[in-house]
T-cell receptor, first 111, second 114 residues
Framework: DQQVKQNSPSLSVQEGRISILNCDYT??????FLWYKKYPAEGPTFLIS?????DKNEDGRFTVFLNKSAKHLSLHIVPSQPGDSAVYFC??????????FGTGTRLQVFP | DSGVTQTPKHLITATGQRVTLRCSPR?????VYWYQQSLDQGLQFLIQ???????AKGNILERFSAQQFPDLHSELNLSSLELGDSALYFC?????????????FGPGTRLLVL
């Protein structure tokens, strides 16, 4: 049972445009959500997080939006840069429990 | 560099064998997590240790076991290996425990079972 789903395995965006990565979840008990970025041959690195009491969190070019009623979150990258090309994982946790990760979306930013 | 080290980077072995993966957490971190990433799969949580004690368990097979030592490094033991155990194994660490703790990941160990 996949509690955290990233239905788009890949996304291709032109440099300078907006990248939108989506994530859906099924467990209404999730109260904390994170995005991790992974380059080849490296481990995932933390990017940005959001608590369920918020609907938006911004950090520079990265913004995460949370829609609790739709059980949906998204990561916006504006403007996209070639260095953003990586695999992005969303993750969620419930009541300070373990993290549940999605399957990842591979973002490619082309010139 | 996350500060989390994992050895070895690559491991090739045969079915039925046993291997040990090692992880050293970031300085000062008390929690260690182990994850498995198979082809086209997300990161599957296996097990977490906090200050030497098992804190949480995920979908870890009975053939797998782990421990965290007094110096806080951790080892993941995989025995009676099967072809399906071929995967990337990541270790992560955090200062404390809980889903809101930022986890810092090591570079992973790529295991290939032939």
């Amino acid at each position: 049972d996949q509690q955290v789903k990233q239905n788009s395995p890949s996304l291709s965006v032109q440099e300078g445009r907006i990248s939108i990565l989506n994530c859906d979840y099924t467990n209404s008990m999730f109260d904390y959500f994170l995005w991790y970025k992974k380059y080849p041959a490296e481990g995932p690195t933390f990017l940005i997080s959001i608590s369920s009491i918020k609907d938006k969190n911004e950090d520079g070019r990265f913004t995460v939006f949370l829609n609790k009623s739709a059980k949906h979150l998204s990561l916006h990258i504006v403007p996209s840069q070639p260095g953003d090309s990586a695999v992005y994982f969303c993750a969620a946790s419930a009541l300070a429990d373990k993290l549940i990760f999605g399957t990842g979306t591979r973002l490619q930013v082309f010139p | 560099d996350s500060g989390v080290t994992q050895t070895p980077k690559h491991l090739i072995t045969a079915t039925g064998q046993r291997v040990t993966l090692r992880c050293s957490p970031r300085s000062g971190d008390l929690s260690v997590y182990w994850y498995q990433q198979s082809l086209d799969q997300g990161l599957q949580f296996l097990i977490q240790y906090y200050n030497g004690e098992e804190r949480a368990k995920g979908n870890i097979l009975e053939r797998f076991s782990a421990q965290q030592f007094p110096d806080l490094h951790s080892e993941l033991n995989l025995s009676s290996l099967e072809l399906g155990d071929s995967a990337l194994y990541f270790c992560a660490s955090s200062a404390s425990w809980g889903g809101q703790e930022t986890q810092y990941f090591g570079p992973g160990t790529r295991l290939l079972v032939l």
